[in-house]
């Protein structure tokens, strides 16, 4: 093919683009050619006589079906915003041409990179875009924007490099992201349908990474719910594959107002990184029958959620399966509702391995129909994690079943539950505290064939294993795990349900030492699970020391599960606290 090229779609609406009521210039030309390398003479859009700026294409009605193509191995400097779309069968194309590396869009500090609004049928491809002028101004990367429009359909975001999208620390439908697909306005009925984001790369971007927002969002199952606002309108047949994303200062990926999306076969690692704010990895709020499958999550900075992924407030019908997870900061997964509502939620086939403070957390509301299934948890020396931490006496109705979770070495594992509403059956725990009943459960070394290994070919069974076919049938379980395995009839505990690995007896897994791990904090918070605390230097022996941070009204605690203590021992538990003067209470005159 003569030229290689990207693609952007969209359909004409009857109403005329926004520029072209502006007074637009009328171009009957299909193909509109850029280099921002070009010389200042004539200028027609051509092959020969490209257009030698950005905003001489922004200045153009399109003609329907369009392609605009920016020449290989150049630099464009501004905004990209076309006014055009295109239909079924010819969509607007926005890719590249000629040879060398993709052409690079650089926003300059503007606040939007490539603004695609009030537009439909577009596939963009093939560019390199950027946005680290202006650092810490609201900005994005790609923007597709749909604002009193209505439906809009056929979105496709392929092979896009974004990074250095240097924004604030917002989100939302006007927040700062490497790619937002924004519904605003409160006029007219308006949604997403038909999009795909898929093989894209998204890296250091504060502050999220791949977010779908709306002001079409309100029923009463989120405490956000406005009553007089736009009602719940979801996006459909949205479609997030394949995408990279690095070092972020927010979330991930996260889907709000859609309904039946897929998120599958993503890598994200570092999130949570500059954020002052909660965030985490993947998740949904607010959305329908949200499928996360095949993604893979690790880097998570900070105990301010930074775990790898979380159902959240407002989401029925989720199912996270087949995910992995390891390293971060603030565990494996968050289950939150604060004042609405959740349910019919499923975690099953996924794996765990080393991600520190907590592997479920909830948060302070109640939730209904969470059913955690078939998973494997490895925590390693010198991790410690607490299993499932309720954070109220609300009561979460959560069940566990055919799990595996294994803790090795230093640090520790254990439940913190203050409901009645978790219940556990023929779960493998090994090494775990404080865990409620487990009928049918066993505590016997699963004998995992490689602890350390890449995942997910690590953590699989050994044919001595007794979690083989030591798991209970669970009602409306998927056919396969993660690995491809038909369901073992019984089904083994843990994520794989193949017959067992051979070869050689993996080592026993080593039990934790007795007493307080690393008390100095000489690792930092590496065994401790904290709240409103930091590692710090400023010790009295040592390098090491721990800081409490308590917000006003709040608090702040380090704690660690002791094991291996001997009944009718006397055991000492001893400190050095230092208060900082000005959080000390005034003394009363008089007072001794």
């Not at 050619?33 to 905003?55: E, I, K, M, N």
């Not at 900075?301 to 997870?325: K, L």
């Not at 978790?422 to 602890?451: E, Q, Y």
């Not at 605390?533 to 010790?539: E, V």
Request: glycine content about 14%.
């Amino acid at each position: 093919m003569a030229v290689a090229a990207t693609v952007l779609s969209l359909l004409a609406t009857a109403a005329p683009s926004a520029a072209a009521a502006d007074g637009a210039r009328t171009s009957n030309r299909e193909t509109q050619y850029v280099d921002c390398s070009a010389d200042a003479s004539t200028r027609t859009g051509s092959s020969a006589f490209p257009w030698q700026s950005l905003d001489q294409v922004n200045r153009l009605a399109l003609k329907t079906g369009s392609r605009i193509l920016l020449k290989r191995g150049t630099r464009c400097t501004g905004t990209l915003a076309p006014n055009g779309s295109g239909r079924q069968g010819k969509p607007m194309v926005i890719g590249a041409y000629g040879t060398g590396a993709k052409p690079v869009i650089d926003g300059g500090g503007n606040a939007e990179t490539l603004l695609l609004k009030n537009t439909q049928w577009v596939e963009a491809s093939d560019l390199e875009i950027t946005n680290s002028g202006a650092p810490g101004r609201n900005k994005r990367g790609v923007r597709v924007q749909l604002d009193d429009f209505g439906t809009g359909t056929h979105y496709r975001l392929t092979g896009l490099d974004i990074h250095d999208i240097r924004g604030d620390d917002t989100k939302g439908t006007t927040g700062s992201a490497g790619i937002l697909f924004s519904v605003t306005g409160s006029g007219k009925p308006t949604r997403f349908d038909d999009v795909e984001v898929a093989g894209n790369t998204v890296t250091s971007v504060d502050r999220e990474g791949i977010y779908f927002g709306s002001t079409w969002n309100n029923r009463p199952v989120h405490g956000d719910y406005d009553p007089e606002g736009p009602a719940y309108l979801p996006s459909t047949r949205v479609v997030v594959r394949g995408n990279t994303l690095k070092d972020l200062g927010g979330d991930g990926i996260v889907m709000t107002a859609t309904d039946g999306a897929l998120v599958e076969h993503n890598r994200l690692d570092g999130f949570q990184r500059r954020s002052a704010g909660y965030n985490a990895g993947m998740w949904p709020w607010n959305a329908d029958n949200t499928v996360f499958q095949y993604n893979e999550v690790s880097g998570g900075e900070t105990t301010r959620d930074g775990m790898a992924y979380d159902v959240d407030e407002g989401t029925f019908g989720t199912v996270f399966q087949y995910n992995v997870s390891h390293d971060n900061a603030g565990g494996f997964f968050l289950v939150c509702t604060a004042t609405g509502k959740l349910g019919d939620a499923v975690i099953r086939y996924n794996i765990s391995r080393n991600d520190h403070y907590r592997g479920i957390e909830t948060c302070s509301g109640s939730f209904d129909g969470v059913r955690a299934h078939n998973n494997t948890v490895y925590v390693g020396d010198g991790v410690s994690q607490t299993v499932v931490n309720e954070n109220t006496t609300k009561k979460h109705d959560l069940t566990l079943t055919d799990n595996i979770v294994v803790k090795e070495g230093a640090g520790t594992a254990s439940f913190d539950l203050r409901s009645d509403g978790v219940t556990l059956s023929h779960n493998t725990l090994v090494n775990v505290r404080s865990a409620p009943a487990n009928p049918g459960g066993s505590t016997a070394d699963p004998r995992f064939t490689d602890r350390t290994g890449a995942l997910p070919d690590g953590l699989r069974l050994h044919t001595g294993s007794p979690a083989l076919g030591a798991g209970t049938a669970v009602a409306g379980d998927v056919g396969k795990d993660l690995y491809g395995n038909p369901v073992a009839d019984p089904p083994n505990t843990g994520a794989y349900q193949g017959p067992g690995v051979a070869g050689a007896v993996p080592d026993p897994v080593e039990a934790a030492p007795a007493g307080l791990v690393d008390g100095g904090f000489e690792k930092g918070l590496a065994d401790w699970s904290t709240r409103n605390a930091t590692a710090s230097t400023d010790a009295r022996t040592g390098s090491g020391a721990l800081r409490l941070n308590a917000p006003a009204g709040n608090f702040a605690t380090a704690e660690q599960t002791v094991t291996g203590l001997e009944p009718a021992t006397v055991y000492e538990l001893s400190g050095w606290i230092r208060s900082d003067p000005s959080s000390r209470p005034p003394v009363p005159p008089g007072s001794a």
